[in-house]
């Protein structure tokens, strides 16, 4: 009977700090600008965004798609940039984000992670 | 020296009398922060975020020498209508738009943002952030007029008789003839419009009020204080009769009536018409047509010969 409850025990216990449903949402202190996860919003919300602070918007998302490119190919947006320039392909900071923008605002329904994704698709082509 | 008199001709005027010196220059102040807020809007969209940034230094410019136009000149009346178009454009150029080139462009600041799911994009922009950290730098500001021994500012003579100052601070040695009104009324005005923006904006901080219950309760107290405090003013104000007077007094009383009205609009009271003229244009015509009517009666309507500087000696 006691191995019953011990072994019921630990299942509850594992049933409870492994239940994603229980999870809180990431939160931003209050009072900060902008969004917990950039790459995680709609294109509508990141062009409402962008009306406001365009700068900063467009900076925080290319900053998100330069860990994504990084998680996938193992290399920095410097090493990047640098492959592409050898394939005569020129970026800049402008270049990059207005990719994203202009993405963003011809697909409002789309997530701004497929902006970020379609920008890899022309970056690491080469 | 020479005195010129003239005859105080008021008294005839069956209409420029309490209360409608106060009621008319009342309901300016509230259609000018209005409309203020249009006009911004409508200068950002008209010449595009970098020209009105560039626009506004030469702006900001051209109404500091308007301002010395006033200050040299003998008339009260024409001194505290340019002091106080002057204060109003120097605070939408080169504070307003000014901050909002650092929020927006130059700091890259990403805007607060609102609602149930963290979504929704704030009225609190990246500008208006940075005009609520200038607290402290208005409050450091606002030493000087509290241990001012010559300001006839209502609320610093209050604190000083009420904190007790006014024997360190001695006698005033300014009489009224010792003042210019434009240079009076071009401060009273920003720092007016600057004190009542911060405390709508620290009571609208998410770091400072939250966004529950304690926010609920200082927006509630925050209405009260403005209807009482705007309303006991308001009630001083019908009973001016100088037209100077009045439009001076006025200041004060409609900005911190409209504090009542941000958080209003804020809680979704009323529909915020003043940031969307193109959504508005009949609404704000007749507004901006009123405004233009009520400068024009006050213009043209009697004044006392001090507020024309025929009194004067020179």
Not at chain 1, 80 to 100: G, M, P, V, Y
């Amino acid at each position: 009977m006691k191995i019953f409850i011990k072994t019921f025990a630990i299942a509850a216990s594992l049933l409870l700090v492994g239940n994603p449903a229980s999870a809180e949402k990431l939160k931003l202190p209050l009072g900060m600008g902008g969004v917990p996860d950039i790459g995680a919003i709609s294109c509508e919300v990141f062009n409402n965004m962008m009306v406001v602070g365009p700068l900063g918007t467009k900076r925080s998302l290319l900053t998100w798609g330069e860990g994504y490119f990084y998680a996938k190919t193992g290399k920095t947006i410097d090493e990047i940039l640098e492959a592409a320039q050898a394939a005569d392909q020129s970026w800049d900071f402008d270049r990059l984000t207005a990719h994203l923008v202009n993405f963003c605002a011809a697909d409002p329904d789309a997530q701004t992670s497929a902006a970020v994704v379609d920008l890899g698709e022309h970056l690491l082509q080469q | 020296m020479t005195a010129v008199t003239t005859t105080d001709n008021t008294g005839k005027s069956k209409l420029w009398k309490p209360p409608i010196v106060g009621v008319v220059t009342f309901v300016l102040m509230f259609f000018v922060i209005g409309l203020g807020h249009t006009f911004m809007v409508l200068v950002e969209h008209t010449l595009g975020r970098e020209n009105t940034y560039m626009a506004s230094f030469f702006i900001g410019a051209g109404a500091i020498v308007l301002l010395w136009q006033g200050i040299k000149s003998r008339n009260e009346n024409l001194q505290t209508w340019i002091g106080f178009l002057a204060a109003l454009l120097v605070w939408m150029t080169w504070i307003e738009f000014f901050f909002m080139f650092y929020g927006r462009s130059n700091w890259g600041m990403l805007p607060r943002m609102d609602g149930a799911d963290g979504l929704q994009v704030s009225g609190t922009y990246p500008e208006y952030m940075i005009l609520g950290a200038t607290v402290g730098l208005l409050l450091m500001q606002l030493c000087f007029y509290t241990f001012d021994k010559d300001t006839r500012c209502n609320m610093f003579l209050w604190f000083q008789r009420r904190l007790g100052l006014q024997k360190g601070l001695g006698i005033s040695t300014k009489t009224s003839r010792d003042r210019n009104y434009a240079i009076i009324t071009f401060m009273e005005t920003i720092y007016v419009t600057w004190f009542c923006y911060v405390w709508n904006l620290l009571c609208f901080d998410p770091r400072l009020v939250g966004n529950g219950d304690l926010f609920f309760a200082v927006n509630m107290a925050t209405v009260f204080v403005s209807f009482v405090w705007s309303g006991y003013c308001f009630a001083r104000l019908i009973k001016f009769k100088r037209i100077s007077t009045a439009l001076r007094y006025a200041i004060p009383v409609g900005n911190i009536f409209w504090v009542s009205f941000e958080v209003s609009t804020k809680w979704k009271l009323f529909t915020d018409i003043w940031v969307d003229p193109w959504s508005y244009k009949l609404e704000l015509s007749i507004v901006l047509g009123a405004l233009m009517l009520l400068v024009f009666l006050l213009v043209i309507a009697p004044k006392k010969p001090s507020e024309l500087g025929k009194t004067r000696t020179g």
